[in-house]
């Protein structure tokens, strides 16, 4: 059984910072593309960065320079640190696990707030 688990999600101030935590399980970690995702209150989900099994790493252009996602293949684990982070970055947050003829999988999100 397929398991992506999101952790670190929380209110923060605006300029503030965040570690997000996806632990997977049930897949072969190190071949899958890990990706985050975010969704709004009453907007479609939205791609926010994405780290191939081979280590290539693309962001949306409006979290560039503030947010870096990395993986830990042993730990089975993929991370997002947001730094400056602004009220527009509020959203729930998902992470997916993706690879070619295998399908993907979602996690259950995480919530992230940024207000005063």
């Known amino acids: 059984q397929v398991q992506l688990v999101e952790s670190g999600g929380g209110l923060v101030q605006p300029g503030g910072s965040l570690r997000l935590s996806c632990a997977a399980s049930?897949?072969?970690?190190?071949?899958?593309?890990m990706g985050w995702y975010r969704q709004a209150p009453g907007k479609q989900r939205d791609w926010v960065a994405t780290?191939?099994?081979?280590?290539?790493?693309d962001y949306v252009d409006s979290v560039k320079g503030r947010f870096t996602i990395s993986r830990d293949n042993p730990k089975n684990t993929v991370y997002l640190q947001m730094n400056s982070l602004k009220p527009e970055d509020t959203a729930v947050y998902y992470c997916?696990?993706?690879?070619?003829?295998?399908?993907?999988?979602w996690g259950q999100g995480t919530q992230v707030t940024v207000s005063s």
């Open positions: 997916r696990a993706n690879r070619l003829g295998y399908g993907f999988y």
């Open positions: 049930g897949i072969s970690f190190s071949a899958y593309a």
């Open positions: 780290i191939t099994s081979a280590g290539s790493i």
